[in-house]
T-cell receptor, first 108, second 117 residues
């Protein structure tokens, strides 16, 4: 099956810093999504991005499907950005396969 | 606020109890999902319903029984659970199943934190 690898596994930032999270996948996929899970467990869909670039405020994402990777950019990080960031890809079996996540801690 | 509502938020149950988790969405989505998440792990797919029919069962033990009464509701009936079933149970919905055309974004509820004693 498709393998999804996220890096780095853990990241600590000072408030205001920028960061890039990476998601590599091992096969062609129908779509890719980025999620943020806050410390209370709420899982929010950040981007639905099978290809190209999207921006939403301080967050943006780029997926290069032909090279099998996606990047999530966080600019001017805030403490509320803390949590776990998951990328998930949809295989041709219809299942959404999650990476192991990047745990981000933003310090004030 | 999430548009997928799950109740209860927390549930403690004994191994002989029967309980149900409920999920509701009013976005007109036709696919609904149950996921299980253990601490520090990604969500694991349990069941998928598409147009109110069970589409995927990820070899989940029969002590978990899903039900989709209508296009807006999804239940998960629990019976004779084990302590290792303690986890966060997440419901999600999407416009269509993810493998149709380019699929559609998945929206999660806030989850039910289940403890089995």
């Amino acid at each position: 099956g498709i393998q999804v690898e996220q890096s780095p596994p853990d990241l600590i930032l000072q408030e205001g810093a920028n960061s890039t999270l990476r998601c590599n996948f091992s096969d062609s996929v129908n779509n890719l999504q980025w999620f943020h899970q806050n410390p209370w467990g709420q899982l929010i869909n950040l981007f639905y991005i099978p290809s190209g670039t999207k921006q939403n405020g301080r967050l943006s994402a780029t997926t290069v499907a032909t090279e099998r990777y996606s990047l999530l950019y966080i600019s001017s990080s805030q403490t509320t950005d803390s949590g776990v960031y998951f990328c998930a890809v949809c295989s041709n079996t219809g299942k959404l396969i999650f990476g192991q996540g990047t745990t981000l801690q933003v310090k004030p | 606020d999430t548009e997928v509502t799950q109740t209860p938020k927390h549930l403690v149950m004994g191994m002989t109890n029967k309980k149900s988790l409920k999920c509701e969405q009013h976005m007109g989505h036709r696919a609904m999902y149950w996921y299980k998440q253990k601490a520090k792990k990604p969500p694991e797919l349990m069941f998928v319903y598409s147009y109110e029919k069970l589409s995927i069962n990820e070899s989940v033990p029969s002590r978990f029984s899903p039900e989709c009464p209508n296009s807006s509701l999804l239940n998960l009936h629990l019976h004779a659970l084990q302590p290792e079933d303690s986890a966060l149970y997440l419901c999600a919905s999407s416009q269509e199943l993810n493998w149709q055309s380019l699929g559609s974004p998945l929206h999660f509820g806030n989850g039910t934190r289940l403890t089995v004693t």
